[in-house]
């Protein structure tokens, strides 16, 4: 459904450093790093057909994030899911939410972690059990 997401940053350096270190985890590797027209800064990270991108705002404004707004990430097993909270963590992300865990709900049963990147941009870690 989706060709990609792009989030906003206002330190694309600190965004690198957090971002090589979650998406490596998943198997994205090191961010391909371009330049915009404009002059900006941009980072893409391709993996399993999907890309993620991280940018400094084209318009100039500051970089913000959206308030009910969250980028979800599959993982492949309820470890996995530990796991990318503890990189996104120990990278200067922050847990937000309830802590890591099973959820159920009337979509089933889901292994969740939600942290926030340096800039506050909601990630979520998910991992449904067959």
Known sequence: MFSHIMVGTKDIERSK???DALL????AGEAHRSTAPSGHTRL???HDGASFGVTEPINGQEATFANGGTIGFKCNSAEQVQQFHDIAVANG???CEDP???RESNLGSM???YVRDPDGNKLCA?????
């Open 17 to 19: 450093r957090f971002y």
């Open 24 to 27: 490596g985890f998943l198997g």
């Open 44 to 46: 893409f990270y391709r």
């Open 93 to 95: 992300g922050t847990t």
């Open 100 to 102: 890591p865990g099973l």
């Open 111 to 113: 292994y969740l972690a």
């Open 126 to 130: 998910v991992y449904r059990p067959k």
